[in-house]
C-alpha cells in the first residue's frame, strides 16, 4: 500500500500565480485533511473533509480552497498565491472514530512562493 | 478551541541521556495523541493515551497520562541518535473534530 501520496514535493511559485496540490489515499479512509507547517508553529490545518461530499474549514483557511473529488482525493487550490503561503504542505487521512483516529501524512510538498 | 503547549521547544542532550516532553492544556482532555517527525520527514503516529493515568510504553519510551486529564508526558530513556527529531502532541475540541497540535519540541542528540 502507498498510504498517502502527495504531488508535487517541490514547487516554486510566484507571486499571483495559481496551483493545485494533489492528494489520493488508497487506505479507503473517509477523513481526509490539509495541514501546513511552519518553523516554530507547528502544524496548523488549513481545511478537512470529515466524508466525501464534506468539506470544513481549519485553522487558517484563508488564501486556499479545497475539492474532494472522491474518497481517494482531496486537492488544496491556492488560487493566487503569495510569500506568506511559503510553507511546508501536509495531506492527511484517517479512518474517522469508528476505525481508529490516527492519522496518516503524506511526504509534504514544499512550497516557495517569491 | 482546544489548546495545548509544548515545552521544551528544544532539547540538545549527549547520547545516553534521558529527555521528556510535556503536553499541557488549562481544560480537560479527551484523549491525547503523540507524533514523530524526522528531519526531512512527515509525521507518524506514535501513541494515543486515553485513560485518566495512563501509562504506556514502546521500548525505550514511556507515555502518560495526567490524572486529571489536563497534561502528557514523553520520555525517552538513553537516548540514541535515531530519536532526533521533533515530538508533536495532539488533541481534540471535541470528538468529531479534527486534530490540533501542539507546536513541538525538537530533539537533537550529540553522539
Known amino acids: 500500500n502507498a498510504g498517502v501520496t502527495q504531488t508535487p514535493k517541490f514547487q516554486v511559485l510566484k507571486t499571483g500565480q495559481s496551483m493545485t496540490l494533489q492528494c489520493a489515499q488508497d487506505?479507503?479512509?473517509?477523513?481526509m485533511y490539509w495541514y501546513r507547517q511552519d518553523p516554530g508553529m507547528g502544524l496548523r490545518l488549513i481545511y478537512y473533509?470529515?466524508?466525501?461530499?464534506?468539506?470544513d474549514k481549519g485553522e487558517v483557511p484563508n488564501g486556499y480552497n479545497v475539492s474532494r473529488l472522491n474518497k481517494r482525493e482531496f486537492s488544496l487550490r491556492l488560487e493566487s498565491a503569495a510569500p506568506s503561503q511559503t510553507s511546508v504542505y501536509f495531506c492527511?487521512?484517517?479512518?474517522?472514530?469508528?476505525?481508529?483516529?490516527?492519522?496518516?501524512f503524506g511526504s509534504g510538498t514544499q512550497l516557495s512562493v517569491l | 478551541g482546544q489548546q495545548v503547549m509544548q515545552i521544551p521547544q528544544y532539547q540538545h542532550v549527549q547520547e545516553g541521556e534521558d529527555f521528556t516532553t510535556y503536553c499541557n492544556s488549562s481544560t480537560t482532555l479527551s484523549n491525547i495523541q503523540w507524533y514523530k517527525q524526522r528531519p526531512g520527514g512527515h509525521p507518524v503516529f506514535l501513541i494515543q493515551l486515553v485513560k485518566s493515568g495512563e501509562v504506556k510504553k514502546q521500548k525505550r519510551l514511556t507515555f502518560q497520562f495526567g490524572e486529571a486529564k489536563k497534561n502528557s508526558s514523553l520520555h525517552i530513556t538513553a537516548t540514541q541518535t535515531t530519536d532526533v527529531g521533533t515530538y508533536f502532541c495532539?488533541?481534540?475540541?471535541?470528538?468529531?473534530?479534527?486534530?490540533?497540535f501542539g507546536k513541538g519540541t525538537r530533539l537533537s542528540v550529540i553522539a
Open positions: 492527511a487521512s484517517s479512518g474517522g472514530r469508528d476505525r481508529g483516529e490516527k492519522l496518516f
Open positions: 473533509s470529515a466524508s466525501e461530499g464534506t468539506t
Open positions: 487506505m479507503n479512509h473517509n477523513s
Open positions: 495532539a488533541t481534540r475540541n471535541s470528538g468529531n473534530t479534527p486534530l490540533v
